[in-house]
Every structure is written in C-alpha cells, then in structure tokens.
C-alpha cells in the first residue's frame, strides 16, 4: 500500500475519449461529455512557462503554459481524455494529456497510472 498511490490528497474528473464522425464522414476522437471522478490522485506541476510560445493572450499580453504531472493507482485515461483538476483553491483547472497515459506494472504493490497534463488556457 501507498500512501501517494492509495490516498493522494487530489480528486479529478475524467472525461473519457469517445469516437465521433464528423460531417465527411470521418472518425475523430474527443473527450466525452460524461465525467468519472476519481480522488485519491496526485497532481504535482512539473513546469511553467511564459511566452515561450507564440500565442498571445489578448488580457495578459502573453502566455503561460503550465504542465503538471498525473499519478494515481487506477484511471481511466487515453489519449484524448481531458482532466479537470478540482484545485484546493476552488479553482478548477481543465487540462489535457500529453503523449499518452502511462501503465507503470512494474509490481502490484507500484502499479499505477501517469500522465504529463497541459493545463488548457
């Protein structure tokens, strides 16, 4: 047992990708609209950035891009999930995952899930 992996002190709402077909015909995925809780996660940031690349916000004049780290023991993370963090703060923050969840199966006693989340602006 883990206390990280087991009672992270974080609670997130995961929105599963799903297939859709767009107007052409064409398959497209997307997060659902239909959440899954899960607490007892970690979410750590990982970094931040600020105007490091070209988009600009009209309010701030520039850019932040913050990236944080995601580990819990079970998730049900893919590829086009999106990730609302319920900050302690009050402040939810909406992010997506960057290059693929991971399944660390290493033992059963570490096996858990990680993603690097890109908090959206």
């Not at 064409?26 to 690349?53: D, E, I, Y």
């Not at 893919?78 to 199966?105: A, F, I, Q, Y």
Request: with cysteine; charged share 20%.
């Amino acid at each position: 047992m883990s206390a990280i992996l087991d009672h992270g002190p974080h609670t997130v709402t995961i929105y599963l990708e799903e297939t859709v077909t767009d107007s052409y015909g064409n398959p497209l995925k997307r997060p659902s609209t239909t959440g899954v809780v899960v607490s007892g996660c970690q979410v750590t940031p990982l970094s931040s950035s600020r105007g490091a690349f070209p988009a600009l916000s009209v309010t701030q004049g520039q850019r932040v891009d913050n990236a944080y780290k995601f580990i819990a023991r079970d998730a049900p993370l893919d590829w086009w999930s999106r990730v609302v963090w319920h900050h302690p703060d009050g402040r939810d923050r909406s992010m997506t995952v960057l290059g693929g969840p991971l399944l660390h199966e290493s033992s059963p006693m570490t096996r858990h899930v990680s993603a690097t989340l890109h908090e959206e602006a």
